[in-house]
């Protein structure tokens, strides 16, 4: 299994600040991704991680909001911009393509819960 | 687009039977997931099937696939309090790497 390490654990930001969230895998992972989930409902894909060029991003979200680096294969950022309360959620990062995992095992952060006064 | 659907909440007795059931509209489909989340941590793998399989089990816990109906299932026997949690179905696509989660069912055991 792949242990990933998620810093902060938590934060309390102020409205219009910009927060980095860091992601460490002790693995070489293929693939990293980040979701947020929002209190009380399913996980949201935000983007894809990708090693040494710009991370693809879902419906919905943009680099400016939500810039993304992947300088090798085991450490992702995330920042989140401009913060909003809007933004108050638990982002997680997770890999997937651990060697010897079942396909599609993705494994995942304890998240960072972000509160946005 | 892909649509994964599960039912809020869910409340058990200590000892008795859980079953989550989860809806899926993809019939491309080729493997299918459950994830366990905690309270306060990330979420885990718990198991998987195959999309050619209709079932399997490991241990206490038993999946159910019915492809014809888009619809899966997951038994845990003798349910404890230590299963309380939310588990998470979700569905990956032909040699896709995305994840497509449902919303969560949130599992209750009362001592």
């Known amino acids: 299994s792949a242990v990933i390490s998620q810093k902060p654990s938590r934060d309390i930001c102020q409205r219009g600040t910009s927060l980095t969230i860091q992601c460490q895998v002790d693995s070489q992972v293929t693939m990293m991704f980040w979701y947020r989930q929002q209190p009380g409902q399913s996980l949201t894909l935000i983007a894809t991680a990708n090693q040494g060029s710009e991370a693809t991003y879902e419906s919905g979200f943009v680099i400016d909001k939500f810039p993304i680096s992947r300088p090798n294969l085991t450490f992702s950022t995330l920042t989140v911009s401009n913060m909003s309360p809007e933004d108050s959620s638990i982002y997680l990062c997770?890999?997937?393509?651990?060697?010897?995992?079942?396909?599609?095992?993705?494994?995942f952060g304890e998240g960072s819960r972000l509160t946005v006064l | 687009g892909e649509d994964v659907e599960q039912s809020l909440f869910l409340s058990v007795r200590e000892g008795d039977s859980s079953v989550i059931n989860c809806t899926y509209t993809d019939s491309s489909s080729t493997y299918l997931y459950w994830y366990k989340q905690e309270p306060g941590a990330g979420l885990q793998l718990l198991t998987y099937i195959f999309s050619n399989m209709d079932m399997k089990q490991d241990q206490r816990l038993t999946v159910l696939l019915n492809k014809k109906d888009k619809h899966l299932s997951l038994r845990i026997a003798d349910t404890q309090t230590g299963d309380s949690a939310i588990y998470f179905c979700a569905e990956i696509f032909n040699a896709g790497n995305m994840l497509t989660f449902g919303g969560g069912t949130r599992l209750m055991v009362k001592p």
């Open positions: 997770s890999a997937l393509g651990l060697a010897g995992a079942p396909p599609g095992e993705l494994f």
